[in-house]
């Protein structure tokens, strides 16, 4: 089952759960707009090079709508609108103005210089800038991009309609960027999994956790979460993995990687393990923090976990849920759990139409309690109607999208 798949049959059985009917259905499953460009650059060496760009626009049912926009190889049209969909019902868990979007270029940033990704940048940006804005449609960093790159979509956009900085959030602090940001979705993580714990009357002291990915997100979590107390045993990524009985010094791992080009591999203050390992270390959280996919069924069958937080966007196949909900192993999904970026990023946009900058206290306080306060909205779903948490996420979400469709009314 595709990506796509899993997220369109999440929403089917939240409309099953909710009684909406076909048509309601049809109105939220299919996205408002796609659009494909072909993205040609001349590269370094005088050579042309060409790439296929995608922006698809899901639902604006509640507000503009928002979405990342990724750089890598595997970026398609039916990846980027399973993702697109995802941002709809992630915005709608925390309940934050907007509708879902997603873009993506097929391209490898490794290979290309810092001026080739600027021209690639730009050239996607002006391809699509009739169809976002800081009322339509706002980009945010997602795989492979960041704040350079969302300075350079500010830019070109800015060429054409004047200086617009709310048209994408997640920019350098010194171009109207928002404290905060680069960790939010990290951050976010940590809340989520510290009021898993709360609710079951324990704190994370000791709590051992795993995380299958060391990019900006899982660097982040691991951070936060061993500030709360918790042992970060085992971290891994596409170099391997490491291991350490203790808990790792995170600090010093994530400076290790910062020096030896984004990899784990090679940290000579804990044991070397295999990238699998890491789906087979004992632990009390598992935290997918990579691409998606990875939580196969044989996978889901070997984890040794109390519970599952999805940081990554769909790392769980339908095969791979369906074993951790028949092992009875909590998995909490990841249109809740990694909202955290999107809802800092919606404090840049508040900052930017209001052209008044928040300090890291306001913004940390107020990702905490939407975060939290999206986790007991969850929570009390998977208790008065039995659901799963993933169940329960998607139709607090479906809910809330179907409830604003319905009132704006079909035209």
């Known amino acids: 089952m595709s990506q796509l798949e899993m997220v369109n049959a999440n929403i089917r059985q939240a409309a099953k759960v909710l009684e909406l009917g076909p048509r309601v259905e049809k109105l939220i499953l299919n996205p408002n707009r796609e659009m494909k460009v072909e993205v040609a650059i001349e590269l370094d060496n005088g050579e042309i090079a060409t790439f296929n760009g995608y922006r698809v626009q899901h639902n604006d049912a509640r507000g503009p709508m928002k979405g990342g926009l990724r750089y890598h190889p595997t970026v398609d049209a039916e990846d980027v609108t399973a993702l697109a969909s995802l941002m709809t019902w992630k915005t709608a868990v925390v309940d934050i103005p907007y509708g879902g979007a997603k873009g993506g270029i097929n391209c490898d940033p490794a290979t290309l210089s810092l001026r080739e990704l600027e021209r690639v940048t730009r050239k996607f940006?002006?391809?699509?800038?009739?169809?976002?804005?800081?009322?339509?449609?706002?980009?945010?960093p997602d795989v492979n991009t960041n704040a350079q790159v969302m300075a350079w979509v500010m830019d070109e956009?800015?060429?054409f309609y004047g200086f617009s900085p709310a048209v994408v959030t997640g920019k350098p602090l010194d171009l109207h960027g928002s404290v905060g940001r680069e960790e939010a979705t990290g951050r976010g993580v940590a809340f989520i999994?510290?009021?898993?714990?709360?609710?079951?009357?324990?704190?994370?002291?000791?709590?051992?956790?795993?995380?299958?990915?060391?990019?900006?997100?899982?660097?982040?979590?691991?951070?936060?979460?061993?500030?709360?107390?918790?042992?970060?045993?085992?971290?891994?990524?596409?170099?391997?993995?490491?291991?350490?009985?203790?808990?790792?010094?995170?600090?010093?791992?994530?400076?290790?990687?910062?020096?030896?080009?984004?990899?784990?591999?090679?940290?000579?203050e804990a044991e070397a393990i295999t990238g699998d390992a890491i789906f087979t270390t004992p632990c009390d959280v598992f935290i997918p923090?990579?691409?998606?996919?990875?939580?196969?069924?044989?996978?889901?069958?070997?984890?040794?976990?109390?519970?599952?937080?999805?940081?990554?966007?769909?790392p769980t196949t339908a095969e791979g849920d369906d074993v951790l909900q028949r092992r009875g192993i909590p998995t909490l999904p990841d249109i809740l759990v990694n909202a955290g970026g999107v809802t800092v990023s919606y404090f840049e946009w508040v900052q930017n139409v209001q052209q008044f900058r928040w300090d890291g206290e306001r913004v940390d306080?107020?990702?905490?309690?939407?975060?939290?306060?999206?986790?007991?909205?969850?929570?009390?779903?998977?208790?008065?109607?039995?659901?799963?948490?993933?169940?329960?996420?998607?139709?607090?979400?479906?809910?809330?999208?179907?409830?604003?469709?319905?009132?704006?009314g079909v035209q």
């Open 157 to 159: 956009y800015s060429r």
């Open 365 to 408: 306080s107020e990702l905490r309690a939407l975060m939290t306060k999206a986790y007991r909205d969850v929570s009390q779903l998977v208790k008065s109607r039995r659901l799963s948490w993933r169940a329960a996420a998607y139709v607090l979400a479906l809910e809330r999208v179907a409830k604003a469709t319905l009132m704006r």
């Open 125 to 140: 940006t002006a391809h699509i800038r009739e169809i976002i804005g800081p009322n339509v449609d706002i980009p945010a």
């Open 289 to 314: 923090a990579a691409l998606g996919g990875v939580l196969t069924k044989e996978r889901a069958e070997a984890l040794r976990a109390e519970v599952v937080i999805e940081a990554a966007n769909a």
């Open 193 to 268: 999994t510290e009021s898993f714990f709360a609710e079951t009357g324990r704190t994370l002291q000791g709590a051992r956790v795993v995380i299958q990915g060391f990019g900006n997100v899982g660097s982040f979590a691991a951070l936060f979460l061993q500030r709360a107390g918790a042992n970060i045993i085992a971290v891994s990524d596409v170099s391997g993995g490491v291991s350490r009985a203790d808990g790792l010094p995170i600090p010093a791992l994530i400076e290790h990687v910062r020096k030896n080009k984004g990899m784990v591999q090679g940290f000579r």
